[in-house]
Antibody
Framework: QLQLQESGPGLVNPSETLSLTCTVS??????????WGWIRQPPGKGLEWIGS???????FYNPYLRSRITISVDTYNNQFSLRLSSVTAADTAVYYCARRDCLRCPDEYWGQGTLVSVSS | QSALTQPPSASGSPGQSVTISCTGTSSDVGAYNHVSWYQQHPGKAPKVMIY???KRPSGVPDRFSGSKSGNTASLTVSGLQAEDEADYHCSSFAGGNNLVFGGGTKLTVL
């Protein structure tokens, strides 16, 4: 059974960079043609797609966040990561990592989510 | 502000049917049959209930159905049960390798 688990700091200072890692177990991140991505949900609000990375390393980013996002894959450790720079309070959210079969497909597997607060 | 518009709340009594709308534009919902619906219980990760407008993943009850007309997609839950009380989110492919979500609808089973 595929499992995803987010990890990273729960508190980030304004203007700094948010860094999260998603560890995948129960399957290899590079063995098949899946898309690994990040979705966030501000408290009490809806979901927002942040971006996805194809198993080969090709990235797809939300155009409104593109200038601040980097998503990368670490096949050795079976992980993928998110970096979001110049954060503000508006970036406070529960961050989920997830897997989909294609970019247009729904996210079938999700991590449990991790709350990241941006505050000094 | 979310790209897709959903009503903030919906409700129905057990056994009744309720429909939740998701309105987009001709660049997302209206242009592609890649609309999905997710169910999210409090403190939990979302779970896909409908994909490609009207398809149900294995294990999702057939009480859940989806449809689309023009720029608006809809999720119908028939024979409401207490466990259907949750937040429901729609999403759509939006072209240019972009994906958009709605603001979510809180479904209350009265």
């Amino acid at each position: 059974q595929l499992q995803l688990q987010e990890s990273g700091p729960g508190l980030v200072n304004p203007s700094e960079t948010l860094s999260l890692t998603c560890t995948v177990s129960g399957g290899s991140i590079s063995s098949t043609q899946y898309y690994w991505g990040w979705i966030r949900q501000p408290p009490g609000k809806g979901l927002e797609w942040i971006g996805s990375i194809y198993y080969s390393g090709t990235t797809f980013y939300n155009p409104y966040l593109r200038s601040r996002i980097t998503i990368s894959v670490d096949t050795y450790n079976n992980q993928f990561s998110l970096r979001l720079s110049s954060v503000t309070a508006a970036d406070t959210a529960v961050y989920y990592c997830a897997r989909r079969d294609c970019l247009r497909c729904p996210d079938e597997y999700w991590g449990q989510g991790t709350l990241v607060s941006v505050s000094s | 502000q979310s790209a897709l518009t959903q009503p903030p709340s919906a409700s129905g009594s057990p056994g009744q049917s309720v429909t939740i709308s998701c309105t987009g534009t001709s660049s997302d919902v209206g242009a592609y049959n890649h609309v999905s619906w997710y169910q999210q219980h409090p403190g939990k990760a979302p779970k896909v209930m409908i994909y490609e407008v009207s398809k149900r993943p294995s294990g999702v009850p057939d009480r859940f159905s989806g449809s689309k007309s023009g720029n608006t997609a809809s999720l119908t839950v028939s024979g409401l049960q207490a466990e259907d009380e949750a937040d429901y989110h729609c999403s759509s492919f939006a072209g240019g390798n972009n994906l958009v979500f709605g603001g979510g609808t809180k479904l209350t089973v009265l």
